[in-house]
T-cell receptor, first 110, second 114 residues
Framework: GQQLNQSPQSMFIQEGEDVSMNCTSS?????WLWYKQDPGEGPVLLIA?????ELTSNGRLTAQFGITRKDSFLNISASIPSDVGIYFC??????????FGPGTRLSVLP | EAGVVQSPRYKIIEKKQPVAFWCNPI?????LYWYLQNLGQGPELLIR????????DSQLPKDRFSAERLKGVDSTLKIQPAELGDSAVYLC???FGQGNTEAFFGQGTRLTVV
């Protein structure tokens, strides 16, 4: 079945630094979603992408739908302590269910 | 607007016992999903409902898992009997409209089978 890879698996950054993470698939997707999950909570939707090449922002977060339609990227600018959590990508091929990646665990050091 | 509500938040049961989880989706959302999330992994779809119809239950282990959404609103997911390997977080999500659109998740039920 379809599988997503997320990179990096985990990252430790200093407060104020920018963060970049990505999600790749062996299949072409027509929708990408990015979620953040805090400990003990459900995933919260951050950004949705619907078109190849699309660049969408939500505050300090910016996500892009890769032009090959097999990848997506999430950037966080000027990280703050509350950015700590696990970031999941989810992709959907036409007529299929969303598939989630394994997550990128972000830790922010003060 | 209230989000997706799940109960209970936590459940500890002995193996071979039954367990049930309840979900109330966001008002007006006709698509409801149950996901399983194992530790350190992303959510995996168990079943998707559109209104009261289960349109995709291909990943639901039907020998011990069952789900229902009788009036097209609330849903329950049941495991009988539970096994040690069922220990995980069970997430409910809902979305507006038909088909797979972006889903909004509840807080989940953390199940521990001992």
């Amino acid at each position: 079945g379809q599988q997503l890879n997320q990179s990096p698996q985990s990252m430790f950054i200093q407060e104020g630094e920018d963060v970049s993470m990505n999600c790749t698939s062996s299949s072409i997707f027509n929708t990408w979603l990015w979620y953040k999950q805090d400990p003990g909570e459900g995933p919260v939707l951050l950004i949705a992408l619907y078109k190849a090449g699309e660049l969408t922002s939500n505050g300090r977060l910016t996500a892009q739908f890769g032009i090959t339609r097999k990848d997506s990227f999430l950037n966080i600018s000027a990280s703050i302590p509350s950015d700590v959590g696990i970031y999941f990508c989810a992709g959907r091929a036409l007529g299929q269910n969303f598939v989630f990646g394994p997550g990128t665990r972000l830790s922010v050091l003060p | 607007e209230a989000g997706v509500v799940q109960s209970p938040r936590y459940k500890i049961i002995e193996k071979k016992q039954p367990v049930a989880f309840w979900c109330n989706p966001i008002s007006g959302h006709n698509t409801l999903y149950w996901y399983l999330q194992n530790l350190g992994q992303g959510p995996e779809l168990l079943i998707r409902y559109e209104n009261e119809e289960a349109v995709d239950d291909s990943q639901l282990p039907k020998d011990r898992f069952s789900a229902e959404r009788l009036k097209g609103v609330d849903s329950t997911l049941k495991i009988q009997p539970a096994e040690l390997g069922d220990s995980a977080v069970y997430l409910c999500a809902s979305s507006f409209g038909q088909g797979n659109t972006e889903a909004f998740f509840g807080q989940g039920t953390r199940l521990t089978v001992v």
